[in-house]
């Protein structure tokens, strides 16, 4: 474990940098125009923050700015925090891989061909700098190998909740989700067993990570 104080003038230059990219998340995710849109259009309303994708940046932003208010106000951050952000990581990581394999040139990327700003921050830059964040002001403590499929809660939740309200309204998401669009029932579970796979093994690769970076004395 290494012993090495950051200092002050550095904690204070990531805790505006973790503001900037928690309000770029939120104006990239635009919830204040969710039912401003076609209502046919697969982001309005509520289908706005059914999205995991929408829920992982969330989640991200939330930590982006507890982070920064610990920071600010010279507070300590409790056992739980590192869990959040081990959390927002994994479910970042999650979103990144996923659309880069399966959702390009889907409903969810409606324009492949032009540059879509809120695309490229909730599903590439948001990943990437998360990880970084993480990699480079690492927790005090590690998260256990045990305790890190805590983290897999949400995502188990999310899919209930996925697939209990496609149950009610007929909408789905992803497409690899509708049975209508991936070969029924059997080609949505080989999709959901292949992602539950991957994030058993993204939560167990965190925690040796995380036990590997660990840092006594750095932000969180």
Not at 58 to 82: C, N
Not at 189 to 210: D, G, K, N, R
Request: hydrophobic share 55%; proline share 5%; aromatic share 18%.
């Amino acid at each position: 474990m290494k012993d090495t104080e950051l200092p002050q003038d550095i904690k204070w230059f990531n805790a505006v940098v973790l503001v900037i990219m928690a309000w770029v998340t939120l104006v990239a995710i635009e919830p204040w125009t969710a039912w401003q849109m076609d209502p046919q259009s697969h982001g309005y309303g509520w289908n706005r923050f059914s999205y995991f994708t929408i829920q992982s940046n969330m989640i991200a932003t939330a930590t982006y700015i507890i982070a920064a208010v610990a920071i600010l106000r010279k507070k300590q951050l409790g056992e739980w925090f590192r869990y959040l952000r081990a959390a927002a990581v994994l479910y970042m990581i999650v979103t990144g891989v996923v659309f880069t394999v399966l959702l390009r040139d889907t409903a969810v990327d409606t324009d492949p061909n032009h540059f879509n700003w809120s695309n490229f921050i909730l599903h590439e830059f948001g990943p990437f700098f998360i990880t970084v964040w993480w990699l480079l002001w690492p927790s005090k403590k590690p998260i256990t190998a045990a305790n890190s499929f805590y983290l897999l809660i949400f995502p188990l939740i999310w899919v209930i909740y996925t697939f209990v309200r496609a149950a009610i309204t007929g909408w789905y998401p992803y497409p690899f989700l509708d049975p209508d669009v991936s070969g029924g029932i059997a080609g949505v579970s080989c999709y959901v067993l292949a992602i539950t796979i991957f994030f058993l093994f993204l939560c167990q690769l965190l925690a040796w990570i995380s036990c590997a970076r660990e840092n006594n004395n750095t932000l969180y």
